[in-house]
Structures are given as C-alpha cells and as structure tokens.
C-alpha cells in the first residue's frame, strides 16, 4: 500500500495555517476536520482510504495542536477502524483493520531490551533495559512485565518525547526483574512458550508489546534463537530460556521426561560431557571424508514409516556409515535390535554418533531424536545445525505448513532435503516453505513400500476407523473434554453406532485425550497398537485435517471428511491445501452433514464403498500421490546416492 499526500489550500475549505483548536468528526461514512468554528474544513469520504496506508494533508498547525489524536473511530458493519492524528506539518487519516491489538498501540513505542537471562531452581531472572516514547502525550499507566496470567511484575519505566540515546543515561536505567520459581510453577500445568513482553495501558486499555535481543545476541543463523540461553531442572520440571525466530527472549516450561531422572542421562547430558562430545564430533568431521547418518522415526521410537527399511539398504555401503537409533521400550526395539549398527537411544554409542552426524535422516524433526524442548544446548545446537533428510510421515497436502512453521526455510527443522509424491506436491511445498524446488526428492514417501496399494475391496470387512487431529491452539486446556477433538470424537463415534455395530468402530486417539475418551462408552473402540494396523483393515476413514487420508486411500478406502470446525482451524494454522475439487472424498461440516452422508454410505450394517471412494476421487488421488509401484525407497535411495549422501 501506498501512502496519499494531499497539500490543501485556500479559499474557504483550506486549513494551510490554523491558528484554532482542530477537531475531527465521522458521520455516514463521512469525515469531517476543521477548526472550533467549521469555517474551515476539510470533507473526506472515508472509502477513499481504501487500499492506500492512510492519506495525509500538509498543514501549518499551532505548536499545542501538533502530536495529537483527534479521533479512534470503530467503523459500522466493518472489522476496522478509523484513526486521524496531527504531527508536525501534516493531518493524516488512518482506516486499518482493527485485529484486536490497542488502536493506538502504533502510537506509542516501547524499547525493552534484554541484557541477560538467568534460570535457577528458586527463580528467573531478567536484566533489561526499557524507555517508552509517548509523543503523543496519551496516558500511560501500569506498565509491567508479562509472562502468563499468573506471572505480572508491575515495574517503573521512564517515559519521555522521544527515546533515550545517550549510552550513559541507557546505563542508568538498566534494572533486573525477578519472578520466583514457586509462582512459575503454579498450577502444575503452566503455559509451555511463554514469551518476555511489556504490558502497559495506553488511556486504560491493555497494549503488549514483545521484549528484544540486543544486537550483540542476534544471529545471523536465526535458527539458533531455539538453542536454551539458560537452564535448569527443578521439581518436576525442566525449565529454559530460548529466543523465537524474531528474537524474542522467551521461558519454556515443560514437565520432564522420566528418562531426566536416570543417572547415566544426566551423565551424558551433563555440560561438560556434552561440551566434550560436541567438539569431538566436529574435529572428528574435519578429518574424515565418510558421511555418518542417523535414521530415525517419532520420539525414536518407531521403526515402521519407512525410514528402517532405508537404512537396512545402506548398512553395506562403502560411502557412509549408517546407524539407526530406536529407543529400548519400543514395541520394535526387539525385532531390530540384533543389527550391530542398531543404536539404542541414550546409550554412550549414540550420544557419539548423534554428534558425530553429518546428515539425519527422518520422518519426523531432528529434535525427535532425543527430547522435545531439551534443555541440553549442545544437543540442541547439533540439531539444528546438522543437514537434515526429511522423508515425511504422510503427504503434505491438507493442513497448512507455513513459512512460521518448524520446517520451512530458515526455521529449526528447515531440511536440506524433503521428500515429496507428486509434482503437484512439490509445487505447494515449495511455495508454503519456500524451499528451492531442487531440493525437494520427487520419489514417493517410503512409508507407502511396505503398505499394499489398493488391498481393500467390497469384500473386506465393514470397519470405520475415526482419527481427528489434535489442535495445538487447545494445547493449554486443562480438560481435555472441553476440546473439540474431545467433542467432535464422541459425536462421530456416536453417530457410527446406529449405522454399524460397535466392534465395527475403531477410534484412534490422541495420547492427550485417551484417558479421557476411556472414562465414556467409548473405551472399547479405542484402538490400542500402531496406526499403520489399525489402516490395514480400515474400509472407511473418517478425519478432520489429517494426512493419514493419503495412506487409507491408497489402500483402497474411502474418506470422510468432518471439518465442523473448519473456521478456528483456519484461522489458527493458514488454509487448508486443497481446493474444493481436489479433496479425495465427500466434506461436512457440520454433524447433521456427516450424518446425511453416512446414511448414503452404510445401510444394512455394510459401508458402500463405490460411494464413498468414486472414480473421481480416485484422480485427485493420482495427481497428490503419483507412485504405487512400492519402488519409492528404491528412488530415494538412488537419489541419495547420486547427491553423496549415502
């Protein structure tokens, strides 16, 4: 957008030199500016500020009317607002939409600047530095830093004209805040990310605004904002700083792992063991031509989507050494764990060659490979920094993967290569993540070798299984009844009960709700084992936004999906991939909906699965996944080999 200058002049409706107060009204989409008597003014149809940042007109104004704000006006039947405002040689007009931040917050600037981060086992502390330039003259009260609900520390913040630039004076106000760990705790079940903001009232109503990072801490690899600046343990929490991608200091709390208590973990883990491995891992790179590659699947505890049967064809290369790491309480550790080149999670071997990695190769994230929001930052830092294969775990064609997400460029998880089923798939990868398009491995996802393409018929059995998504922006509610993936589980379940019988009904839940979904009728339709068995038999799914659609469907079942939701879901993650005519099965968004295509798609106590798998559906499917020859792990092998990898 650009912004509109206009330089008014005489005769009657001119205000090039007013020497009166100035007041701004808004009527019918009409604004009106003028002087104390209207004998002056300038008229404006507010629609003109479409598609422009705001229109300006240069005026000479009295020194007491400069810097002022003349009128915050909400606009009828629009999410928008209208903002007019004096400076020193102009009136400018501002239409913008009014998402929910203070509509003055442009108006005052904030400068929060954190010198350090300290975490302990008794408490947190920050040192900053702040000022708050006003030039507006608006009110300003009760500044305080924000952590969570729970966590406000009201402090005393200078404010002034314009910002402070005298290195001293800068010095003067450095200050350090504290909150105790007891308080950061409370609850048992505090926010995870929490981000390091000032809160101030701007005319009594709440504006925040984000802390920064000194120059001196930024990196050019922003990457690395995710590595802890800080940490520790205490009660049965781990605790640490870390920045976002902007930069902004922020406190993670997250209940530990019951692996953090055991003595050999803390051992390796330990700073100055980790610090050891670290750098013996880099040396032990600079001197050696052979590539090592870690393989590995979720939490690493999983040896079934395709990312085992690619190592299982490297372990006799010439070209690299290829370990796979499975954690020892896997329900596949024992069915592996005879290979010599098998490294059992958090043993001595593997903390070796996890350092000594020069590629992971996964379905899942790098962090994967060890813990979630560790606080080891030299694990951490390896993780990042280390090239990374991603071999994905379902199809990229449904929720939306953007440029803010774990795995798109310059992010945590950014991949060095990805593997993806279709040119059309590589397409929106590569605009979603904005990867280069050569760095995306048209090849088919491994997972699909080891399934049988098109194994269910109208002789299979008539089972529905239902597996919704679990929504991240629910993460913080405490009930996991209260969610939608709660709600929308039990209604569909329900639903199913009158058209088929019980044993015929297969739930796959989320880990954070199965207890929950225990305690209702349902507890006997909750799957218990892998997701991959509880698809070999599947003649119909049912699912939100989940990719495992692509993995049914290409065994031959049919897909519903039940999208009641739909408009928090987008709003909350970015639009969903397809368009309308390229989903691989019918939509509802609503139980009414859903019910009225089940009763087309079951009668009887059998599901018809011409209906709910047409041959319509069946190109779509074509075009997002173009391989079921079972040779993808072959291709990627090939492709892996050519680019030096393996």
């Not at 009014?98 to 509509?103: E, F, M, S, V, W």
């Not at 001197?287 to 505890?301: L, P, Q, R, T, W």
């Not at 038999?537 to 939701?565: E, H």
Request: net charge positive; proline share 4%; charged share 25%.
């Amino acid at each position: 957008m650009n912004q509109v200058s206009y330089t008014v002049s005489s005769p009657a409706s001119a205000m090039d030199d007013i020497e009166d107060i100035i007041v701004a009204t808004y009527d019918s989409n009409v604004l009106v500016i003028s002087d104390r008597t209207h004998s002056r003014f300038i008229s404006l149809n507010i629609d003109k500020l479409l598609g422009v940042d705001k229109i300006a007109f240069k005026v000479r104004l009295k020194q007491n009317e400069m810097n002022k704000i003349l009128l915050v006006q909400e606009l009828p039947a629009t999410d928008e607002i209208l903002i007019v405002y004096s400076n020193k040689h102009s009136l400018s007009c501002l239409r913008k939409a009014n998402k929910g931040n203070h509509p003055l917050k442009q108006f005052v600037k904030v400068k929060f600047k954190i010198l350090n981060l300290y975490v302990s086992k008794n408490k947190v502390a920050l040192t900053y530095v702040a000022f708050i330039s006003n030039p507006y003259n608006l009110n300003i009260s009760n500044t305080r830093i924000y952590l969570d609900d729970n966590n406000v520390l009201p402090v005393e913040i200078p404010v002034g004209k314009s910002f402070v630039k005298s290195k001293l004076k800068l010095l003067s106000l450095v200050k350090i805040a504290k909150f105790g760990m007891p308080s950061l705790l409370k609850g048992g079940e505090p926010p995870i990310n929490s981000q390091v903001k000032m809160a101030l009232d701007i005319d009594g109503d709440t504006a925040v605004y984000p802390s920064q990072t000194l120059k001196i801490h930024k990196q050019k690899n922003r990457r690395l904002y995710s590595v802890p600046v800080s940490t520790c343990y205490t009660e049965n929490f781990a605790v640490h700083f870390r920045r976002t991608y902007n930069g902004t200091p922020t406190l993670v709390r997250r209940r530990k792992n019951a692996i953090e208590d055991d003595f050999k973990f803390r051992l390796f883990e330990s700073r100055p063991i980790s610090f050891l491995l670290y750098h013996m891992g880099r040396f032990s790179r600079s001197i050696s031509d052979v590539n090592h590659n870690i393989y590995f699947e979720k939490y690493a505890c999983k040896a079934e989507e395709g990312a085992y049967n690619l190592f299982c064809k490297t372990t006799n290369s010439k070209n690299s050494k290829n370990y796979y790491v499975i954690d020892e309480e896997s329900d596949d550790y024992a069915d592996i764990k005879h290979n010599d080149k098998v490294l059992k999670k958090y043993s001595y071997s593997y903390y070796w060659h996890l350092f000594r990695a020069n590629y992971f190769i996964s379905t899942e994230a790098p962090a994967h490979v060890n813990l979630l929001r560790s606080n080891n930052k030299y694990v951490r830092r390896k993780l990042i920094t280390t090239p990374f294969v991603f071999l994905q775990h379902g199809i990229t064609y449904l929720k939306n993967h953007d440029r803010k997400g774990v795995y798109a460029k310059n992010r945590e998880a950014e991949p060095a290569y990805m593997v993806v089923s279709s040119e059309k798939e590589k397409k929106v990868v590569s605009e979603m993540l904005r990867l280069p398009e050569d760095r995306l491995l048209n090849v088919g996802m491994p997972a699909f070798d080891d399934v049988e393409y098109s194994s269910i018929n109208d002789l299979t059995d008539d089972v529905v299984t239902i597996m919704l998504t679990w929504k991240p922006y629910e993460e913080h509610l405490n009930d996991f009844t209260a969610t939608s993936y709660y709600r929308n589980t039990v209604a569909v379940a329900h639903l199913l009960k009158a058209k088929l019988p019980a044993l015929n009904i297969r739930v796959v839940a989320h880990p954070k709700v199965y207890d929950a979904l225990c305690r209702t009728d349902l507890k006997d339709q909750l799957w218990v084992g892998k997701i991959s068995d509880a698809l070999k038999d599947t003649k119909l799914l049912i699912t939100d936004y989940s990719s495992v659609c692509y993995n049914s469907f290409y065994r031959g079942a049919g897909v519903i999906f039940f999208q009641p939701d739909i408009v928090d879901y987008e709003r909350e993650t970015g639009p969903l991939v397809p368009q309308e005519h390229e989903y691989i099965g019918y939509r509802s968004y609503s139980i009414e909906g859903l019910n009225e295509i089940i009763d087309s798609a079951i009668s009887n106590n059998k599901i018809n699965l011409s209906y709910v798998r047409t041959t319509e559906h069946e190109f779509r499917y074509k075009e997002i996944n173009q391989f079921s020859d079972g040779n993808n792990i072959d291709r990627l092998f090939s492709a892996l080999t050519s680019l030096k990898i393996i």
